[in-house]
């Protein structure tokens, strides 16, 4: 009984850290090429916090290193969204829109409970609420600001729609009201999105395939190659320590 | 400030007059100031070649820190642990910020960002060569920590006390945030000099091919540099590049033994009578080499700098249209134009409008 | 081309309760609502600020061109940005 509740507590510190590890790496592959100096600073900032949550979470899962480093793609339980490429300014931002949103609700529901998250979500959920402002900030700025921004803002939602409804599937030792989520969610993000000028994408939320996504493990043909960089290093010198 | 009455005084009574009799009466009030280590604000009169140096000095410092964050930032992605990533990615944000200051700083003096980006980006103005290196292993992101940002903080931290106070000022912030910079370079260094052999290898082959660049850093010598004198007599240059090359080998020599590194000059050896090291010839040639766009990177890194710009033309031009639809919107119910009368003619006042301050607090 | 760089915005910010706002600096921004975000991701990085104004620098009335020095205070939030997070050996000097 402890040992598959803490099994199943792992589990769960690994699909949330590999959400914070994943989408923290992609936001600093930024660094150097951001739109504006100013935007290199904040990047940097909201990549920095997702660190940090990161290595708290896999933290509780084992050692971090060895977690981020020595794992292979299919034992990453990522989502699918989060390990998505930067593509141009506006799918970043849409990305960032899509899931600061639902990592704010989540971390404010399980800041509110008793679980072993409870600690690291009241203090993330401080972070993340600035990551949806600047999200939010942007999508308005691009989806009402030129004819050009409009455009590659409405498309980078639309792009990026299907791998929204994996958010809301459950997660063993998540302990949340996921429909409650998943309704806040459409809110929220139907809300910026219309003062946006933009609206909700119409297409399905979640890909076709059987088997499954990526708190499953199986993730997008980018993703490998994401790793194989990240991890190179790392596994070129074995017990080595840096 | 004790000067800042003269100054107005002077330029006021000067108002309207023959400009050329009191020229030489606001260059005397200039050297007084300069001479008595009193710091030169913005609106203070200045000579125009002290505003040109004095900008082209702070635009190429300012272009290095961007440019600097190249070479690094071309390891985050494959930072070795997380730790290490996560004070790599804050390395290199502090380089974007340093920039950001130091634009600042150069705007005081009426040449505007744009301005001087447009000059990185089409050659017109340089940055630090150094940056025109490659880093090839994980070692090298702690060399440039520690021998880069070392050699950068010898130049630096004298400019604290330079002449042009928004220069002095930025650099003391970024004199205060640079030593967290060297000191995990050193670590990092520290780190792999005591790991496995070819970490150990790794760390010897980094040092060894940026011991002599950062010598570089300093510049030419103190006979051949053309702009030394003028500068220190302005304070906005404090030492000669002869002196603070020597004060940079004589801090590193101890370290790199500390490190269990060695710096690559078989001539690199103590002169008691000098009470300094003495260290081999630095290439001239070289150093000029890669000033003139010959480095293995110069072109790597304006195509970069310039892609990052243009690119992101899109998204700056789309902040500015909707800022500018929004004050649109925003026009018609005009209804606390009175705050303005008031609330902006004493910007470091303690007592601030009310509704600015509400708007700050409920932001922060 | 150099008509797209953002307006110029100065910067104040508060460095705890009970002390009032300092002139940080200035940055660039197309309206006050990123200006006050660009503030306080570049001057309050390492815990400086708990209030942050922005003033469009073409709207300040000067009257005296005498600025102060800022200080702020560390924070202890991400300890890996200061000096002291780093153990070096002992008799390394000038680090």
């Known amino acids: 009984m402890t040992a598959s509740t803490s099994e199943t507590a792992t589990a769960a510190a690994l699909a949330l850290g590999d959400d914070a590890l994943v989408l923290s790496h992609r936001l600093g592959e930024w660094a150097g090429h951001a739109p ?19 290595r708290i979470l896999l933290s509780m899962a084992g050692d971090e290193d060895e977690l981020a480093y020595l ?13 998505q490429p930067n593509g141009d300014f506006a799918h970043t931002i849409a990305r960032q829109l899509y899931f600061s949103t639902y990592q704010r609700l989540l971390y404010t529901q399980l800041a509110e409970g008793t679980g072993p998250f409870a600690p690291l979500a009241a203090k993330a959920v401080k972070e993340v609420e600035y990551h949806q402002d600047h999200a939010e900030q942007w999508t308005l700025r691009l989806g009402d600001g030129t004819d050009l921004s409009h455009e590659r803002m409405r498309r980078a939602t639309e792009a990026l729609w299907r791998f929204t409804g994996e958010m809301f599937q459950p997660v063993e030792g998540v302990d949340v009201d996921r429909e409650g989520m998943r309704a806040a969610w459409l809110e ?55 | 400030m004790a000067t800042a009455a003269p100054h107005h005084t002077a330029r006021a009574q000067a108002d309207g007059q023959d400009e050329a009799a009191h020229a030489a009466a606001y260059e005397a009030v200039f050297d007084a100031a300069v001479a008595a280590d009193e710091r030169i604000e913005p609106r ?39 730790r290490r990533k996560a004070i790599l990615m804050a390395k290199v944000q502090d380089e974007a910020g340093h920039g950001l200051y130091l634009y600042s700083a150069a705007e005081t003096l009426g040449t505007g960002r744009d301005e001087l980006l447009d000059k990185l980006h089409t050659g017109r103005q340089k940055y630090s060569s150094i940056f025109n290196y490659p880093t090839l292993t994980w070692a090298d992101v702690g060399a440039i920590g520690w021998l880069v940002d070392g050699a950068a903080i010898t130049n630096q931290v004298p400019l604290c006390r330079c002449s042009y106070g928004p220069y002095a000022r930025a650099m003391v912030r970024i004199c205060k ?20 052999p070819e970490q ?27 702009h030394s004198a003028q500068s220190m007599a302005w304070k906005i240059k404090r030492h000669s590049n002869d002196e603070l090359r020597q004060r940079f080998v004589d801090i590193c020599v101890p370290q790199a033994e500390s490190l269990g590194l060695t710096l690559p000059d078989p001539d690199l050896v103590w002169n008691e009578e000098r009470g300094h090291h003495d260290f081999g010839a630095i290439d001239w040639t070289e150093f000029r080499e890669v000033l003139k766009g010959n480095g293995p990177c110069n072109e790597q890194r304006i195509t970069q700098r310039r892609r990052a710009h243009d690119e992101g033309a899109w998204v700056r031009e789309a902040a500015a249209a909707y800022a500018e639809k929004q004050a649109t919107r925003a026009e018609p119910p005009a209804g606390h134009t009175d705050q303005q009368s008031n609330g902006t003619g004493s910007p470091q006042g303690d007592e601030p409008a009310g509704t600015a301050d509400e708007h700050a607090e409920a932001r922060a | 081309m150099t008509t797209n760089d953002w307006p110029l915005w100065e910067v104040f ?51 005296s061109p005498d600025e102060k020095d800022p200080f702020f205070e560390p924070a202890a939030d991400k300890p890996y940005r200061h000096p002291t997070f780093y153990e070096i050996p002992e008799g390394v000097k000038h680090l």
Request: proline fraction near 5%; charge should be negative; glycine fraction near 8%.
């Open chain 1, 36 to 54: 504006v100096l100013e935007e290199e600073v904040a990047l940097a900032n909201i990549a920095l916090d997702l660190l940090g949550q990161a």
């Open chain 1, 71 to 83: 794992r292979e793609e299919r034992a990453f339980r990522n989502l699918q969204l989060v390990e």
């Open chain 1, 188 to 242: 929220s993000v139907g809300d910026v999105l219309r003062r946006a000028t933009l609206a909700l994408p119409e297409g399905p939320a979640s890909g076709a395939w059987r088997a499954g996504a990526g708190r499953q493990g199986l993730h997008t043909e980018s993703f490998g190659r994401m790793l194989a960089e990240m991890q190179h290093l790392h596994r070129s010198h074995p017990g080595a320590t840096w």
């Open chain 2, 44 to 82: 203070d009169w200045m000579p125009d070649a002290y505003r040109s140096t004095l900008v082209r000095q702070i635009a190429q410092h300012a272009h290095s820190e961007i440019i600097g964050m190249q070479p690094e930032a071309n390891w985050i992605t494959r930072a070795p642990s997380l």
């Open chain 2, 177 to 196: 945030e640079e030593s967290f910079h060297q000191r995990q370079g050193y670590e990092l260094l520290l780190a792999l000099s005591r790991g496995t």
């Open chain 2, 200 to 226: 150990h290898e790794m760390a010897q082959d980094a040092v060894n091919r940026w011991w002599w660049p950062s010598l570089m850093m300093f510049g030419p010598p103190d006979d051949e540099s053309s």
């Open chain 3, 13 to 63: 910010v508060r460095s705890r309760r009970g002390l009032s706002h300092t002139h940080a600096g200035s940055l660039h921004a197309p309206d006050a609502e990123l200006a006050l975000r660009n503030a306080r991701d570049l001057y309050t990085r390492r815990g400086e600020g708990v209030s942050i104004w922005v003033v469009p620098s073409a709207a300040i009335t000067a009257s």
